[in-house]
Each structure stands twice: as C-alpha cells, then as structure tokens.
C-alpha cells in the first residue's frame, strides 16, 4: 500500500488514550464535535491522575551522576519540547550504559508512557540496567497531553504541520551524550502504535544512531526510506488490531484515514532493505502466539515477526491505559524487546 496523507481536520477522541493512536473525524457536525471535545477534556484530565508524579525539571546542562526520574525542555524548530528519563538503579557515570527511546502512543504523552502499571518500562530498566527515555510528541497544549508523532502517513497535528520530529531526536541523543555516560553502540527505540510507526521512522532516518527498533502496533508508514546501515528489526502485531490492522488499512475502531502498511509488508520492506534471506526461523510458537525470524541479515542484524492472537490495539504484556483491560498475555512486549536487543 502507498501511505497517504490525510487532509482531515483532527479531533481527538478518548479512545485515543486507550488505544494509544491518534483517530480523526471528517465532516463531523458542529454538536458531535462539542461533545467528543467534552469527553475529550474528561479523559485527559482521568489520565493526568493515573499517570505518575512530574519528577522536577532539571537544565538539560546538569551532569546525571545518580538513579532516578529527570525531566527536560528544550526548544528545538522554535517549539518547547519536552522529555524524561529513567535512570537505573546501579547506574555509574563510569559504566557506558544503553539507551531506551519509548515512545507514546497519538493522544498520549510521555507521562503515560513513563508510568510503569501499563508498560512496566520503568522497572525493566532497573532489572536490566538500561536508561529508559521518554521523549513527548508534539502538542498544542503546554502541559504536553494529547501530543502526536510526525511518522509519515501518520499522526494528527505533528504530521499536518510537518513537525521535525526526527531533528528533536537527534537533539535529544546530543544532550543525552553529555548528560550520561552512554554506550553509543547500545541505543535503541521502541514505541507504541503512532510511536511505533514513528519507530520505523527513525530507523530509515536514524540509522546511525539506533542499532535496533521494536515497533507494537504499528507499522512502516514512510514513503520513502533509505537507512545508512542495517537495522535490527522487531515487530509485535496482534492478528485482531481494530485501529491499525494487522492485514493493513485504518480499523473498525479508527476513524483515522491513514493507509496503514499492512504487518506482513511492514517485515518484508525491512526484509529486504537488510538483504535477510527471505525463509523465516520460528523462534517462539506458544498458545495464543509465535515468532518468525529472519536471518543472514547484512551486518549481522535480525527482522522478527511476533504476533499474538488476540489482544486488539494494545501492549503484550502491558495494560490499557483508558479501560484497565490487559492486553495480550502470551508474552511480554517490554521482555521480547530487551531479549532482542541482547541476541536473545
């Protein structure tokens, strides 16, 4: 499928928190659109108190010497821009140590994505020993809620207004090398839907930067993508995805029109881009879930497919952040990924 862009003016709906994608509406009549604005105002203020305690704002020049939550602004295309980073507990300024990018999904905010009972990111970084960075989308709000990611074909007001994302990153890596003593062959990025998709984004633009990407119900939606070097490669998909649709095309539940890239050629773009042998190992086949991986990649990388049966537009292992509900329980996205990233 070609991505294309959409034109609709976005509204934001509360599913959009659970669901963790950004939804637009065309030609909505003036009450409808009043009333989805209400909801929308109740639904951002309900995750405002679920999501975790603002740890302070410290100045992007303060060396990190010690574990614990940091909050950063910074402008950059002449917006603020925000993002927070968990530091491991067992960090040491003489330990290079591995970077974590995560991303939210459209209408959420790295509050959200921070906050461990959904995506348990937080505490896998003091098991595993990594800084878990969580950086916010664009906003036109200064509390940063219901923010988006330029991805391509997706999402919202950061991509009708071409926000550069991709150059915030970067920023964000620049400051993160002299706050932290950071093991530049170890940074990785993992997002959920509009995050995932802008994932994909990163590794054909970012290459030289992440060494591998983890992408949870999402997809590739760039129109073009030419990554400098091989990427690892994971995808998690459940077969029931009701907003991006694991056979491609925006779900039942989505209003959005973007053209989702289908999962199967999502893998296969990247299949091929790595020069992988095109014959997948099943490396994980469980009730409820399997993985395929491929291999012989250049450099040495990996593409894997794992997809659940069931679990609809959510985080493996995770919970919905609206509804409670958990998503799949045949694995742990936040475990797959980091075993990825190891070999494993």
């Not at 330990?95 to 995506?119: E, K």
């Amino acid at each position: 499928m070609t991505p294309e862009r959409s034109t609709c003016r976005s509204a934001l709906f509360p599913v959009a928190l659970a669901a963790g994608l950004l939804l637009t509406a065309c030609g909505a009549s003036g009450e409808g659109t009043l009333r989805e604005r209400l909801k929308e105002k109740i639904a951002e203020r309900q995750a405002a108190k679920e999501s975790s305690a603002d740890p302070a704002l410290t100045p992007v020049t303060q060396r990190i010497e010690r574990p614990g939550d940091y909050r950063f602004e910074i402008e950059h295309g002449g917006l603020k821009r925000m993002y927070r980073i968990h530091v491991p507990k067992g960090y040491s300024p003489s330990q290079p140590t591995p970077l974590l990018f995560s991303f939210h999904g459209g209408g959420g905010n790295m509050d959200i994505q921070a906050d461990d009972r959904y995506y348990r990111l937080a505490s896998k970084a003091d098991e595993a020993g990594y800084v878990a960075v969580f950086p916010n989308g664009y906003s036109p709000f200064p509390s940063g809620k219901l923010a988006t990611w330029n991805a391509g074909n997706c999402c919202g007001g950061a991509r009708d207004k071409n926000i550069d994302d991709v150059g915030f990153i970067r920023e964000v890596v620049r400051h993160l090398k002299t706050q932290l003593n950071v093991d530049a062959q170890r940074i990785y990025t993992s997002g959920m839907s509009n995050g995932a998709l802008f994932s994909h984004r990163l590794a054909c633009e970012m290459a030289d930067t992440f060494r591998g990407i983890a992408s949870v119900a999402g997809s590739d939606g760039t129109a073009r993508c030419q990554p400098s070097r091989p990427v690892n490669i994971l995808e998690i998909h459940a077969k029931d995805d009701d907003f991006v649709q694991f056979n491609g095309g925006a779900g039942k539940n989505s209003k959005t029109l973007a053209d989702f890239v289908s999962t199967p050629e999502t893998v296969a773009r990247w299949v091929r881009r790595n020069a992988c042998n095109p014959t997948p190992r099943r490396v994980l086949d469980k009730p409820g879930a399997y993985c395929d991986q491929y291999e012989g990649c250049n450099d040495g990388v990996r593409v894997r497919l794992c997809v659940t049966e069931t679990g609809g537009h959510s985080w493996p292992g995770g919970i919905k952040v609206r509804t409670g509900e958990p998503g799949s329980t045949a694995f742990s996205a936040t475990d797959m990924m980091w075993d990825f990233f190891n070999g494993r």
